[in-house]
């Protein structure tokens, strides 16, 4: 790394071979929830396309995002010794993401996932690569942001607290995964207190809780006592909610949506977009209000192409799409009715 770093990401590395399908059955239960795609069995499953994308995942999508919106940013993510590998890094590197901290492996493969996309969602097929995991030296960040990791990560978790405890002015941002989820909250709990920003959708909130409780203020509120400073729920096209604990009091809001241009064409990446550009407004100074407002719009954007990062915006896109947003687009408060429903339920 020749420069500053001022946005490191921490995470898996993947390729994602989008498969769309013609023809599929979804069923959901009566609430519309826990949905299945079915297709007939030991038959032809017709097709339109595929296309691949590659260099992406929760931490390479945030090194991208962090790029296009103008700060240093570098990955920190394991790949293996070959063409798919070498096609990640030159992914990477044309976005002016720093490689110089992600691992090539000989006799490993780079992850290559596989998405069964129908309509406007989709459902991947994961394969992760058994890596070494451990942390590379690098110079000091301003920001790291953590996500997801593969199932034999356990350790570099503790190198990761470790060097934050090293090094008291970087901060934190995390956005579990999958494998983070399973490790549950009490085995994360000193990187969860060194937290700035933590960042999961509302069925991530239930997973990390242990609960099936759906009031979103107050999965936000107990994810927020376990030490973050700043606590984004995500609940899809109904928008987002935050509690802000770097102010006294501590102010709670929910953000709408930014209204869509079009209805979404592939739903991959809107989590990631919200999550990165939140963070990436918030590392340049921007207060909690005004980095809701910029996040919305990249997941807005994403939803519009293939893949997670081909409708990543640039900074000067997001102020022009703020320019020219309705009156309404702005964060609601809060707090009062948090406060009541804390009284009333404690």
Known sequence: MQKKIEFLAIGDITTDAFIRLKEAEVTCDINKEHCKIAMNFADKIPYEFMEEVTAVGNSPNAAVAAARLGLTSALVANIGDDDSGKRCLASLEKDGVDTSSITAHNGIKTNY???????????ILVKHETYPYHLPEFPEPSWI??????????SLHQEIFDYLEQHPEVKLIFQPGTFQMKLGYEKLTKLYERTHVFIC????????????????????????????KITIITDGPRGAYAIDSTVSPSRTYYMPPYPDSKPPYERTGAGDAFASTFSVA???GNTVEEALRWAPINSMSVVQFVGAQKGLL??????KYLENAPADYKPKLLTETVQAFTTKNT
């Open 113 to 123: 996932h596989y998405v069964l996309w129908y309509q406007d969602e989709r459902t």
């Open 145 to 154: 942001y953590l996500s997801s990791l593969g199932g034999t990560s356990e």
């Open 282 to 284: 918030i590392a340049l």
């Open 201 to 228: 959708n509302l069925g991530e909130a239930q997973q990390i809780l242990k609960t099936n409780v759906h009031v979103v203020t107050d999965l936000l509120r107990r994810l927020n006592s376990i030490g973050p």
């Open 314 to 319: 640039t900074r000067e896109a997001i102020l």
